[in-house]
Every structure is written in C-alpha cells, then in structure tokens.
C-alpha cells in the first residue's frame, strides 16, 4: 500500500512539474509569435518611412530595373534578407545608406519586410 501512495506522489508530482513545463513553452512559443507581428509592423513603419518615397509598392521611381520585385531582387543578386539589409545599411549605386535613419538592427527588420512582401509580390492582405 506504502509503494502505491508513493507512485501516485510521484505521478502527481511529475505531472505538475509536466503542466508548468506545457505553460512555459505555451507561453514562449505565443511570445515569439508577438514578437515576430511586432518586428513585421516595425519592418513596414520603417519601410513606410524611409524607403516608401522611392520604393511606392516596391516599385522604384527612380530606376525601373532596381525595384524591389522578386524578379529585380533576384537579378541584381539581392536574393535575401541579407544581402537587402546591407543595401539598406550601406546603400549601392545612387542610393544612399540609410542606417543612421534605421537605427540598430533596423537594416534587419525592414529587410526581411521588405523580403517577405517581395515573396507575395507586393500584394497585401
């Protein structure tokens, strides 16, 4: 009877311990997704801010051939976040760096945005 209470103790113990481990990665996996929405809203404010005046609907006002189309990205050998986080960084050709304006870590976020709409090709919703 001792050996029965002691494994039932020890199930119940554990299942606790199962529960408070099921709530925290519950709880971090729901964080990530918060933190993923809030990075893309930021992409597309810093898009919206700094990019946009040049860039309407990934277009390009200035240069046709250097829009931000996954057909232009990928001609102009700019086929991921990366590499469009250090144009937007550094700047190439005409276009000016704009990582004082993005500010740390900024290039990153309005990057992969900017990748991400590329992919839907620039069609929202």
């Known amino acids: ?8 103790f020890d199930l119940r113990k554990k299942s606790k311990k199962l529960i408070i481990i099921f ?3 519950s709880s971090l996996l ?18 919206i801010q700094h990019c946009s005046g040049c860039h309407v609907n990934g277009g390009n006002i200035i240069r046709r051939g ?4 996954i057909s232009s990205l990928k001609r102009n050998g ?11 960084r550094l700047g190439i050709g005409s276009m000016s ?11 990153q976020i309005v990057a992969n945005w900017i990748w991400e709409q590329a992919q839907k090709a620039w069609i929202q919703g």
């Open 78 to 88: 700019l086929d991921d976040p990366e590499k469009i986080a250090k144009v937007a």
């Open 23 to 25: 709530t925290l990665i």
């Open 97 to 107: 760096g704009y990582e004082e304006y993005l500010g740390k870590g900024g290039d």
């Open 66 to 69: 250097k829009s931000l189309k």
């Open 30 to 47: 729901t964080s990530a997704d918060h933190l993923l929405a809030l990075s893309q809203s930021e992409g597309e404010k810093l898009f």
């Open 1 to 8: 009877m001792k050996l029965l209470k002691r494994i039932i």
